[in-house]
């Protein structure tokens, strides 16, 4: 009988998985590679990167204790953090709530911004005070203010109804939950603003050398203790252990634990644990997710940018919402400016929707003409480009989610779930829900050695 089975090679597994690595463990990946939605390649100085890009940097997060506890580094996103392409202008610089009043639109769409924008500002203020942990305070305890915050209706309904340039200025942000306006909760909505506003407090490190060299590095130190390829069908618990069932290579496995850590998405854990408690079968049932389809790509110019020194530039109106300038991580850093560039494009909720029925020639041909646009020149020196589709990516809080989270994160049982939907702050969140769900595994396990040391003997094992 292993000690712990972890289903899922994410960053949620591979964070149980390291913390646990000293005991009899095994994780299984359904998938081919480790990382999940985490996924970067390294080409020369630069890494081209199709998904989590930024990482929180407080020493005390449970990302930094990983990265120091497993060896890695991360270092601040150097130089400007956030820039805007809109109607033709690009803002490189500069405060972000001073960039509706620098790009040419009419004179209703700009007041129309000024009255919605004070709205937000108010509420982020309120945000960003609440986020905060007391003293004396749990994060589960903090975690759920959060979630209760505004939740009680969309952000669009929060918002009012906006005109057409202004609505497009406000989405960038918002839909990088992977949900439209109309699906998030107002909460959820204000808190991007205030990752956006204040985002040097938050998610604003990166990872040295990209972030897989984290995944990488874990799952070599892991070793045989991983097995790819492996589709978990069903978790089923017994008295005092669980049990495992998997596919892989065309054949069926089973595998008993003392105790599993589904770190799988929401609907996964809801489809193999099947006896997990009803309430909870059915909490995970209605966590939601929204997709993305990302893009990487390479360029190999040899003269300073102008967006060298800005890290995301926002993209309104266009098939991607967002651009990231992966090589700010290097250009910035270095005496001299290394040739070439990578770059990502994110495209989430409606986009990635859209974008999802076509196949991926037509998707980079839609995204080069449009990067083009915003960072003139660049298909010019276009040399790599590779597409990634995300179908059930990120889980969002809608209006009524916090009434989820008690449910969600009660432990009860030799079964212990982990991974971003059982929070709000995205890797963070996973990070730590995959350590503590480790460290209640320990405790099981721990518990269980003690009531085998204590167990009296049987009469027949004497005689």
């Known amino acids: 009988m292993r000690d712990t089975v972890i289903v899922g090679g994410g960053i949620a597994g591979l ?6 690595r000293h005991r009899d463990i095994l994780l299984l990946e359904a998938g081919e590679r480790l990382g999940g939605r985490i996924r970067s390649e390294r080409r020369g100085p630069h890494w081209l990167n199709w998904g989590g890009h930024v990482y929180d940097g407080n020493p005390s997060s449970a990302t930094q204790r990983l990265l120091a506890d497993a060896g890695f580094g991360s270092r601040p996103v150097p130089g400007n953090l ?39 500002r108010l509420a982020v203020a309120r945000y960003a005070r ?15 203010r959060v979630y209760d915050f505004m939740n009680d ?22 839909t990088r939950s992977s949900a439209e306006m109309d699906q998030i909760s107002a909460g959820a909505g204000v808190g991007y603003f205030n990752l956006v506003w204040n985002i040097g407090a938050g998610l604003s490190h990166s990872i040295n050398g990209g972030p897989s060299t ?6 070599a130190a892991l070793d045989e203790h991983v097995q790819l390829g492996a589709e978990v069908v069903e978790v089923v618990r017994t008295s005092d252990s669980v049990v495992v069932r ?82 700010n991580n290097v250009h910035g850093y270095a005496q001299e400016r290394a040739p070439g560039s990578s770059f ?27 990067l083009d646009q915003v960072l003139p020149g660049f298909a010019s020196h ?16 809608f209006p009524g989610r916090a009434k989820l989270q008690p449910i969600l994160t009660r432990h009860d049982s030799r079964v212990m779930l982990a991974g971003d939907y059982l929070g709000t702050q995205y890797t963070e969140t996973a990070v730590h829900t995959g350590l503590a769900a480790a460290e209640a595994a320990e405790h099981i396990l721990d518990s269980d050695r003690r009531e085998r040391r204590t167990a009296p003997v049987p009469p027949s094992a004497t005689s």
């Open 15 to 20: 964070a149980a998985a390291w913390r646990l």
């Open 82 to 120: 956030a820039g805007l392409s809109m109607n033709g202008k690009l803002l490189l610089s500069g405060r972000v709530e001073t960039f509706p009043f620098r790009v040419p639109m009419s004179w209703h769409d700009r007041a129309s911004l000024i009255r919605a924008g004070a709205k937000v």
């Open 130 to 144: 609440l986020v905060k942990r007391r003293p004396g305070e749990d994060e589960a305890t903090r975690q759920q």
């Open 153 to 174: 209706r969309s952000f669009a309904d929060f918002i009012g109804d906006l005109p057409a340039d202004a609505e497009a200025l406000f989405k960038p942000t918002v």
């Open 214 to 219: 984290l995944i990488e590095g874990i799952g």
């Open 246 to 327: 998997y596919h892989q290579h065309g054949r069926e496995h089973e595998v008993q634990a003392r105790c599993v850590v589904l770190a799988t998405t929401a609907s996964v854990s809801h489809r193999i644990g099947v006896d997990l408690d009803d309430n909870l079968r059915e909490a995970l049932s209605q966590v939601r997710y929204g997709p993305f389809v990302s893009a990487a790509f390479l360029t190999d110019e040899t003269e300073p940018q102008a967006w060298d020194d800005t890290y995301a530039i926002a993209t309104p109106k266009r098939s991607f919402n967002v651009v990231l300038n992966m090589s």
């Open 344 to 370: 990502m494009t994110f495209s989430p909720a409606g986009l990635a929707r859209q974008l999802l029925q076509q196949d991926d020639e037509t998707i980079l041909e839609t995204y080069v003409d449009d």
């Open 382 to 397: 276009l040399v790599e480009a590779e597409v990634a589709r995300w179908p059930e990516a990120s889980p969002y809080c």
